[in-house]
């Protein structure tokens, strides 16, 4: 039987598209073994729409087995402020010329993976952070062109996050098993170790 043809997708797109299910994949994996909060398995999308982000990344999963409404929405409920937050602000610097629901799930995926407390790149199962930059660069342009201090981008999103509510007491991110603290946080670190 003839099945009718899909849209093509240009292999830039191809790949970018790939990178995302590896995303979604290392998300949801690391939150349900517990390297990310639980709420981050819900990437803060909800259910129908993440088991369309399934349906797409991995369209060889058939029957998606669904969690009872009550208790995938407790789970979702328990996505941080800052989560939600970062999501918004990825989507208010969005490529124009993107699929409009691929940047959604994107921001849920960066947004879930980023309350992580090892690397951005590691808590979304990627390669390394060239990896998340194809991602970042390819669906929220204009977002990237703010980062010209090249900072992490795990960072870059908290510090931004803070200008945008700067009647809000943001929470640093999370980077307690990362090696490089001193990297990203000099000044922090500093005070930290500076003796009493």
């Known amino acids: ?13 191809a790949h970018v598209l790939r990178l995302l299910g590896r995303a979604v994949n290392g998300v949801m994996g690391h939150a349900q073994a517990g390297d990310l909060p639980l709420s981050a398995w819900t990437l803060g999308l909800p259910q129908d729409e993440l088991c ?3 349906s797409f990344c991995f369209p060889e ?3 998606l087995e669904r969690l009872p409404a009550h ?3 407790t789970l979702m409920r328990q996505a941080s402020w800052e989560q939600r937050q970062l999501v918004q602000l ?4 969005r490529t124009v010329p993107v699929v409009e629901r691929h940047a959604h799930w994107t921001a849920h995926v960066v947004a879930a993976a980023a309350q992580g407390s090892r690397h951005l790149w590691e808590d979304m199962g990627l390669g390394g952070r060239e990896e998340v930059s194809t991602l970042l660069q390819y669906f929220f342009a204009p977002f990237c ?14 510090d931004q996050l803070a ?8 929470r640093k991110p999370d980077c307690t098993l990362c090696k490089q603290q001193l990297a990203c946080f000099p ?10």
Do not use: C, S
Not at 145 to 156: C, D, G, M, S
Not at 163 to 170: A, F, I, N, T, Y
């Open 163 to 170: 200008l945008m509510h700067p009647d809000v007491r943001v």
């Open 71 to 73: 208790q995938y929405d």
């Open 1 to 13: 039987m003839n099945r009718a043809a899909g849209p093509v997708i240009a292999p830039a797109d």
């Open 61 to 63: 999963l058939e029957d």
């Open 187 to 196: 000044t922090e670190f500093a005070e930290l170790t500076k003796p009493a």
């Open 52 to 54: 369309a982000l399934l």
């Open 145 to 158: 062109e703010r980062n010209v201090a090249h900072l992490k981008w795990k960072r870059f999103m908290f």
């Open 90 to 93: 990825l989507l208010a610097q």
